[in-house]
T-cell receptor, first 116, second 115 residues
Framework: GESVGLHLPTLSVQEGDNSIINCAYS??????FIWYKQESGKGPQFIID?????DKRQGQRVTVLLNKTVKHLSLQIAATQPGDSAVYFC???????????????FGTGTRLLVSP | GAVVSQHPSRVICKSGTSVKIECRSL??????MFWYRQFPKQSLMLMAT?????????EQGVEKDKFLINHASLTLSTLTVTSAHPEDSSFYIC???????????FGPGTRLLVL
C-alpha cells in the first residue's frame, strides 16, 4: 500500500564520503524501481532505475542494488557532494500488466545532509 | 529532453474559491499524466491518473468533484481545486509519461496556500 512518513529519516555524511540510502518495498510483484531526488520546493528528479531481473545497476556516481529476496533497494552515492543534499525517494511500479495503467508507489523518503 | 512544466509555481487564494493548475509536457507527448499531493515532510501521494481523452482515475479517498482533472491534449493536463479550503493547502506535483514507457518525468510543483 501507500507509505506515508511522519518523520523523515536523516542521513548525515561528510563531503567525500560514500552514502547509502535504503528502502524497503512492499509488493513482491513489483518489477520496476526508481530512485528520485527532491530538493526543497522542487519536483522529484529521476536519478536511476532498475528492473527486477537485475541485481545492480550503475550510473554516474550512483549505484542501485536490488535484493528481491528481502524486498530491499539501496542507493549508493560515491564521493558525496554538498549538492547531493536533498530528500531521496524510492518508488516501485505497481498495477496491472497493461503498462498504461500502472502507477508508482513512493516510499517515505530519506533526507541526506552533506557537510562540507 | 523530457521536461514537464507547471503553472503557476505558487498560488494563494481565499477559502471557497477555485484554483486551476496547469501541467505541460514541453518536448514530448504524454499519453498519461499523474497528479500528486505532498504535505510537508511527507512522501508523494498519488491523487489521480489521467489518460489523454478519457476520464481520470482517482485514488481511493480523493474526491473527484473537488479535484477536477482534464487531459484534453497530449501535452496538457489541468487540475482544478474547487471550493478550496485551508486543508487543501499543499504542494501539488504532476508527472507525465509516454505510452508504455516506464519513466515518469515530474514537474516542478505548485505550492497552494488557501487562506
Amino acid at each position: 500500500g501507500e507509505s506515508v512518513g511522519l518523520h523523515l529519516p536523516t542521513l548525515s555524511v561528510q563531503e567525500g564520503d560514500n552514502s547509502i540510502i535504503n528502502c524497503a518495498y512492499s509488493n513482491s510483484a513489483s518489477d520496476y524501481f526508481i530512485w528520485y531526488k527532491q530538493e526543497s520546493g522542487k519536483g522529484p528528479q529521476f536519478i536511476i532505475d532498475i528492473r527486477s531481473n537485475m541485481d545492480k545497476r550503475q550510473g554516474q556516481r550512483v549505484t542501485v542494488l536490488l535484493n528481491k529476496t528481502v524486498k530491499h533497494l539501496s542507493l549508493q552515492i560515491a564521493a558525496t557532494q554538498p549538492g547531493d543534499s536533498a530528500v531521496y525517494f524510492c518508488a516501485e511500479k505497481s498495477g496491472g500488466v497493461n503498462t498504461g495503467f500502472q502507477k508508482l508507489v513512493f516510499g517515505t523518503g530519506t533526507r541526506l545532509l552533506v557537510s562540507p | 529532453g523530457a521536461v514537464v512544466s507547471q503553472h503557476p509555481s505558487r498560488v494563494i487564494c481565499k477559502s471557497g474559491t477555485s484554483v486551476k493548475i496547469e501541467c505541460r509536457s514541453l518536448d514530448f507527448q504524454a499519453t498519461t499524466m499523474f497528479w500528486y499531493r505532498q504535505f510537508p515532510k511527507q512522501s508523494l501521494m498519488l491523487m489521480a491518473t489521467s489518460n489523454e481523452g478519457s476520464k481520470a482515475t482517482y485514488e481511493q479517498g480523493v474526491e473527484k468533484d473537488k479535484f477536477l482533472i482534464n487531459h484534453a491534449s497530449l501535452t496538457l493536463s489541468t487540475l482544478t481545486v474547487t471550493s478550496a479550503h485551508p486543508e487543501d493547502s499543499s504542494f501539488y506535483i504532476c508527472s507525465a509519461r509516454v505510452y508504455r514507457a516506464e519513466t515518469q518525468y515530474f514537474g516542478p510543483g505548485t505550492r497552494l496556500l488557501v487562506l
